[in-house]
């Protein structure tokens, strides 16, 4: 992206965004960063939580599917519950069963109580990703939503960047269990700061944020069939991704024949999907069709070079390609979010909760049916992993090209 970020901006923020408000996106990327965090736990440490759990690598991949079907199953009547009550007070309250879900993961003496604490969580997960976003936009002019909504999608990218890989690292130095307990009192903090930044703020957009069923206007309407195509591209793409992804360490350790080497790669992968969040912040405000299919093409790509990488040759070589296919494929896909989500509240109108509600199950149906895929693949061969997902990131590639389902700026 040309330019640089004006004075008071947060990264990824543009030229008229104020510093209080982009203070108030990096809250709310902070919430999105603890979530997610939380959410793909297992990745990093699924071999210690296996054996501490005796239990095996396949079946602890199960907690991150099965942590999507239930997200899935409740996030649209969960969110229909939350616009009784204000914003503010729906997110909150998101964040704190966040905190009883990590201490549970903590306290878990068998599979049953970890999957307990997942379920926790995943009761919840919806409510915060239908809402975050539309709350980002609440607080920004209309022309600078796609870049308020990238900026809250880098939490997530930092979750990548930092989340996985930290609390893979913490956890080998202190115990899974114990980073459990870190990761509850960093849900906590954001929980307070949260409650600062969505507090209402006189009588422009910041104020309506707060107001129960926020974002509906009257007399306009969602255009259903396009935000169905939209979202039911985007559960191809996540399932895609999490068919490798949950099984990061185990694809890693066997390309590069050491387990040392996920931490550095989830690095690389979060570091990626950081600068793609940032680099598609703008151009997903002019060019979303555009953007779409640049993301698109890099994710399909990634998925081709790390397949690739099993190939037999020279570690030097295998180390090499699978940086790169890593960096591509995570850029991509951290790219992939704000470019769907932004594209669900244009075709949403004034309803982007309710729209958006949608939206993220039809993503845990995709991290559900990818994480599943991916246990029945493992039991034949890692390799499998990332070849079915270039065959599904081509598909979503070409519907991109095709049917173009992210809609035009108006």
Do not use: K
């Not at 997200?71 to 649209?76: N, R």
């Not at 969040?277 to 070079?305: E, K, S």
């Amino acid at each position: 992206m040309s330019g640089t970020t004006a004075p008071g901006t947060a990264p990824g923020t543009a030229p008229g965004i104020d510093a209080p408000t982009a203070l108030r996106l990096a809250v709310l990327a902070g919430a999105a960063f603890v979530y997610v965090t939380f959410e793909v736990f297992p990745v990093g440490l699924i071999r210690d939580i296996a054996g501490d759990l005796d239990v095996t690598a396949a079946r602890v991949g199960l907690l991150i599917s099965g942590y999507a079907v239930v997200a899935a199953l409740v996030t649209v009547p969960t969110v229909a519950l939350a616009a009784r009550v204000p914003r503010r007070t729906a997110l909150v309250v998101s964040l704190g069963v966040l905190v009883v879900a990590e201490v549970l993961a903590a306290a878990s003496t068998g599979f049953a109580m970890m999957a307990v604490s997942r379920v926790a969580a995943a009761l919840t997960h919806g409510v915060l990703w239908s809402l975050i976003a539309p709350a980002a936009a609440a607080l920004v002019p209309r022309e600078h939503v796609g870049t308020a909504t990238a900026a809250v999608f880098g939490g997530a990218s930092l979750a990548a960047i930092v989340g996985s890989p930290g609390t893979t690292l913490i956890g080998e130095l202190i115990g899974w269990r114990a980073t459990a307990l870190v990761l509850a009192a960093a849900t906590v903090a954001v929980t307070y700061a949260l409650l600062w930044a969505l507090r209402p703020r006189g009588t422009g957009p910041a104020a309506r944020e707060d107001g129960a069923g926020a974002g509906r206007a009257a007399g306009e309407r969602i255009d259903w069939p396009a935000v169905l195509t939209l979202c039911g591209v985007a559960v191809v793409l996540v399932t895609a991704h999490f068919l490798s992804y949950t099984y990061f360490a185990v694809i890693v350790t066997e390309v590069t024949g050491t387990p040392g080497s996920v931490v550095a790669l989830l690095a690389v992968f979060g570091l990626a999907g950081a600068a793609g969040t940032y680099l598609i912040g703008r151009h997903n405000d002019r060019a979303p069709q555009r953007a779409a299919t640049v993301t698109m093409a890099a994710f399909a790509a990634g998925a081709g070079l790390l397949a690739l990488a099993f190939v037999p040759a020279p570690r030097v070589v295998q180390y090499t390609v699978a940086g790169i296919a890593v960096a591509v494929w995570g850029g991509a896909f951290a790219a992939a979010g704000p470019v769907f989500q932004t594209a669900v509240m244009r075709l949403a109108a004034g309803d982007a909760d309710r729209a958006s509600s949608v939206y993220v199950t039809g993503f845990q149906v995709g991290i559900a049916g990818g994480s599943a895929l991916g246990a029945a693949l493992l039991g034949r061969s890692a390799i499998w992993l990332p070849v079915a997902s270039v065959v599904l990131g081509v598909v979503v590639l070409a519907v991109v090209l095709v049917r173009r389902p992210v809609p035009a700026l108006s």
